[in-house]
């Protein structure tokens, strides 16, 4: 009998350890240069995850490629991008759910030229980025309105370092650029449009791979997110001094911006936008407009031969923790 419950206890234990093994794994989180992702160094550096309780492990990637594909062979549990390039990453068969959307694009994404005449250029090169369907999502939006498509052009991917490379040697003479390359180059080309010019078209976000959702214990997702959210509140509030601020930021990533001093940051800073608390709640709810942004890519996808299905965009979300922690006072 006492064998039996030295037994129980031992296995109590192990079960325990376990448990804890597992709370204390980090998450893993990749991101791209844009400012927007900038409370991600926030809240590493002010100290909110810790506060919280759960330990995060930030790595910066310099372009999308490189993101989908570390978050596809399991290097990362999240990934913070377009919400439209989510949905590009899935339709081609990466094991993700899109879990949040955290801002919206004023600006950061740019159709810029050598010339101002869209016309002039059919039938040539556009240099886009690889795995970027949230890029191509905003070109085809400006396409369109000058009555062109897609079809229209030869689609030329790289980097974005490559592509401001090109644009400045005129091959292709047109890109579709991002921050901090975008902010580099809008003084030196024409810009034919932007994110700011089609509101909500782009907007960024995180999206998980399925594994790490099913391993990572929903109370770690809530306490990221709410840590997240601490991080864009220090932000939004903006009483903190530029010099601070640029401090937090990594400088692996954010090379440009802080080569470019504090105008540079000013300029990429107000070319997103984050949402309240209340807005972010209503996007994410039932029929929403995060539900709506990504029915809207499938069937752009779709209709473009991206994709061959179109599935319900209900499906490609999975965005419980972060409206929990939305609404966590």
Known sequence: MQWCCAVRKLLIIVAVLAAAAVEAKPIRVGYLPDIGFSPLNVAQAQGFWKELGVEVALTPYADSASLSKALVEGDLDLAGDLTGNFVGWAMAGAAIKLTAETHTS???????????????????????GAEEVG??????????????????FKLQESSPAARLAGLRKGQPAVAVLPDPQANMARRDYTLLADSATYPGVVTMGFAASKSALASIPDEQWLRFYRGWLKAVNWVRAGNFKWADYRAVLDPKIHVGLLADGDAAAMDMFNSIKFPSNAEAAKRHGQ??????????????????????????ARNLIQSTAFEKALATR
């Open 106 to 128: 004023n600006g950061s994404v740019k159709i810029l030229a050598r010339g101002a005449d869209i016309q002039s250029y059919k039938g040539q090169a556009i240099g886009v």
């Open 135 to 152: 890029s191509l999502f905003l070109l085809a939006r400006y396409l369109n309105a000058k009555g062109l498509q897609l079809a229209d």
């Open 287 to 312: 029929l929403g407009g995060l539900e709506y942004h990504v029915r809207a890519v499938l069937r752009f996808m779709r209709e473009n031969g991206l994709a061959k299905s179109e599935p319900e």
